[in-house]
């Protein structure tokens, strides 16, 4: 049984950094397309970063590039996206994603990423000016 589990939100001021966690079990491929999700209050749910499994196929919305990254720790099955430089704008529910290839990549206008089967949960980043 495919499971993700985020971890890691919490409330932040500006300028500060947080680090999500997404513990993956279940998939019987370790060829994966993976990323995270945001959905800020009041907006559609949108692509942040993606990845494929090894690090390869990167991609991230210009609204984080060059402050967030996202990673993976093969070995312990999970997957980061660490958060440097956060602004009140990052505030939202943020969601890890996962799926096996191909990967679809993302209409523009969904951001930056892989269409998904697989989502975990979610956790709540909130940043404070």
């Known amino acids: 049984q495919v499971k993700l589990v985020e971890s890691g939100g919490g409330s932040v001021q500006a300028g500060g950094s947080l680090r999500l966690s997404c513990a993956v079990s279940?998939?019987?491929?370790?060829?994966?397309?993976m990323g995270w999700f945001r959905q800020a209050p009041g907006k559609d749910r949108e692509g942040i970063a993606a990845?494929?499994?090894?690090?390869?196929?990167?991609r991230y919305a210009d609204s984080v590039k060059g402050r967030f990254t996202i990673s993976q720790d093969r070995a312990k099955n999970t997957l980061y996206l660490q958060m440097n430089s956060l602004k009140p704008e990052d505030t939202g529910m943020y969601y890890c994603?996962?799926?096996?290839?191909?990967?679809?990549?993302?209409?523009?206008?969904?951001?930056?990423?892989?269409?998904?089967?697989?989502w975990g949960q979610g956790t709540q980043v909130t940043v404070s000016s």
């Open positions: 994603t996962v799926d096996y290839p191909p990967c679809k990549v993302l209409p523009v206008d969904r951001g930056a990423g892989y269409e998904s089967t697989y």
């Open positions: 990845m494929y499994t090894g690090g390869s196929n990167l």
């Open positions: 279940g998939f019987t491929s370790n060829s994966l397309c």
